[in-house]
T-cell receptor, first 113, second 112 residues
Framework: GENVEQHPSTLSVQEGDSAVIKCTYSDSASNYFPWYKQELGKRPQLIIDIRSNVGEKKDQRIAVTLNKTAKHFSLHITETQPEDSAVYFCAASGAGGGNKLTFGTGTQLKVEL | KAGVTQTPRYLIKTRGQQVTLSCSPISGHRSVSWYQQTPGQGLQFLFEYFSETQRNKGNFPGRFSGRQFSNSRSEMNVSTLELGDSALYLC???????????FGAGTRLSVL
C-alpha cells in the first residue's frame, strides 16, 4: 500500500522567515496531495492541495510543489506568523480509487517572535 | 452549511466493552471516511463509505466496523475494546467525485 514519509518532525523558525516541509510517497498511482493544519485540540483543516497534473500551486503565503518523477511534494510557507504554529500533515490519495488518505507523520511548526 | 458533526465528543469505556460513534457529513456529501489519531501512530485510515457501501478499508482488525445509512450518516463500532483503542476518532466527508475531505471535531475515546 501507499506509504508517506514527512520531514522534519519539528521545525522552529523566526517570525517572518520561511518554512519548508517535505514529503515523499511510494505509490506512483497517487494523484491527489492535500496538506492539513491541525492546531492543538482542533480538527485538521485543509490549507492547500495539489493534483498530479499540476506542478505548483500557490495561495497567498502558502505554496505546494509536486515532483511526480521523484515522488516528492513540499509545503512552503513564507513570511511566517505566530498563528502559523501548529502541526502540519501531508497526505496522498487516489491509488486504488476512493478517498482513502495516507498521512505523513506530521511536522510540529513553531514560529518564534 | 453545517460542517461535519461527530457525536459524542468524549467517551470513557472499560476494556471488553463496545462503543458506537456517529458522524453526520456535510449536507450533500455521500462519502464518509474514518480515521484513528494517536500520538504514536499518527492519522490512520480505518474505512470509507460511499452510498451505503464500504469502498475502502484500512489495516485494522475486524473489531472495527462501520456502516452508512441512506441519509449518508455513518457510524463506526468497536467491539471488545482494548487499552490501545484509546484515541481520537475523526470522520471526514467529501462530495461525490470530489477529493477534498472535511473533518469533524472528533470523538475522543478513552479505554480504562
Amino acid at each position: 500500500g501507499e506509504n508517506v514519509e514527512q520531514h522534519p518532525s519539528t521545525l522552529s523558525v523566526q517570525e517572518g522567515d520561511s518554512a519548508v516541509i517535505k514529503c515523499t510517497y511510494s505509490d506512483s498511482a497517487s494523484n491527489y496531495f492535500p496538506w492539513y493544519k491541525q492546531e492543538l485540540g482542533k480538527r485538521p483543516q485543509l490549507i492547500i492541495d495539489i493534483r498530479s497534473n499540476v506542478g505548483e500551486k500557490k495561495d497567498q503565503r502558502i505554496a505546494v510543489t509536486l515532483n511526480k518523477t521523484a515522488k516528492h511534494f513540499s509545503l512552503h510557507i513564507t513570511e511566517t506568523q505566530p498563528e502559523d504554529s501548529a502541526v502540519y500533515f501531508c497526505a496522498a490519495s487516489g491509488a486504488g480509487g476512493g478517498n482513502k488518505l495516507t498521512f505523513g507523520t506530521g511536522t510540529q511548526l513553531k514560529v518564534e517572535l | 452549511k453545517a460542517g461535519v458533526t461527530q457525536t459524542p465528543r468524549y467517551l470513557i469505556k472499560t476494556r471488553g466493552q463496545q462503543v458506537t460513534l456517529s458522524c453526520s457529513p456535510i449536507s450533500g456529501h455521500r462519502s464518509v471516511s474514518w480515521y484513528q489519531q494517536t500520538p504514536g501512530q499518527g492519522l490512520q485510515f480505518l474505512f470509507e463509505y460511499f452510498s451505503e457501501t464500504q469502498r475502502n478499508k484500512g489495516n485494522f482488525p475486524g473489531r472495527f466496523s462501520g456502516r452508512q445509512f441512506s441519509n449518508s450518516r455513518s457510524e463506526m463500532n468497536v467491539s471488545t475494546l482494548e487499552l490501545g483503542d484509546s484515541a481520537l476518532y475523526l470522520c471526514a466527508s467529501s462530495s461525490s467525485g470530489g477529493n477534498i475531505q472535511y473533518f469533524g471535531a472528533g470523538t475522543r475515546l478513552s479505554v480504562l
